[in-house]
Every structure is written in structure tokens, then in C-alpha cells.
């Protein structure tokens, strides 16, 4: 019973703050010491405590139980907006060396 109990409080407290992956391992070895939790309600847990981008990016992939919302999370390991923004606004070496950002699109103003 006190294995369930510290379980139910450290789960209560967990938030998505680190990488997708530590929090999936993390969810997954709290919620084995959880015996009577309802699957809708593991479910809710999981993605509710998961950062904005990757609850809706699962919630786009519509899943449905806990195991393909785990899955798809863990997916979700090298996508990750937060970087992105910071890869936009730093240029690289590349760029820097070509003297400044090369953009490559496709105009659509064109025939073919």
C-alpha cells in the first residue's frame, strides 16, 4: 500500500519538463506500482502532464489507449518545436560561411 501511495503522489506531481523520452520512462514505472487506476484515467494522466506541443501533436495522431499514446510519444523524441525555435533564431556555421540563410522554396508564383 505504500508503494501505491508514493506512486499515486510522485505521479501527481509529475510534469513533462525534460526530454519526451525521460518522461515516458518515468510515467511507465509509476504507473506499475498504480494497480487500480482506470485506463481512461492513465490515459488522461499521460497526456494532460505532457508539454503543450506534444499533447497536441498526440491528440492530432488521435490515440486512444495509453500504450499508443506511449508509443507515439516516444516518436515524438527528436521532434521537438522548442528546438526548432532556437535552430531559427541562431544562425549556423553553414549559414554563416555562405554569408547568411539560403532559403530554397519553391515559388508557387510560377508555372511548374
Known amino acids: 500500500m505504500n508503494v501505491e501511495y508514493n506512486a499515486r503522489r510522485a505521479l501527481r506531481k509529475l510534469e513533462h519538463t525534460g526530454s519526451v523520452r525521460d518522461y515516458v520512462k518515468t510515467f511507465s514505472a509509476l504507473i506499475l506500482d498504480i494497480r487500480d487506476m482506470p485506463k481512461k484515467d492513465k490515459l488522461f494522466t499521460f497526456m494532460e502532464r505532457l508539454k503543450s506541443w506534444a499533447r497536441l501533436e498526440l491528440q492530432r495522431q488521435r490515440v486512444i489507449d495509453l500504450g499508443s499514446a506511449m508509443a507515439a510519444a516516444e516518436r515524438l523524441t527528436y521532434f521537438n518545436p522548442e528546438n526548432q525555435k532556437d535552430r531559427q ?3 549556423s556555421s553553414s549559414q554563416n560561411k555562405l554569408g547568411g540563410a539560403r532559403s ?6 510560377r508555372g511548374g
Not at 104 to 109: C, V
Open 89 to 91: 533564431t541562431t544562425p
Open 104 to 109: 530554397f522554396r519553391r515559388n508557387s508564383n
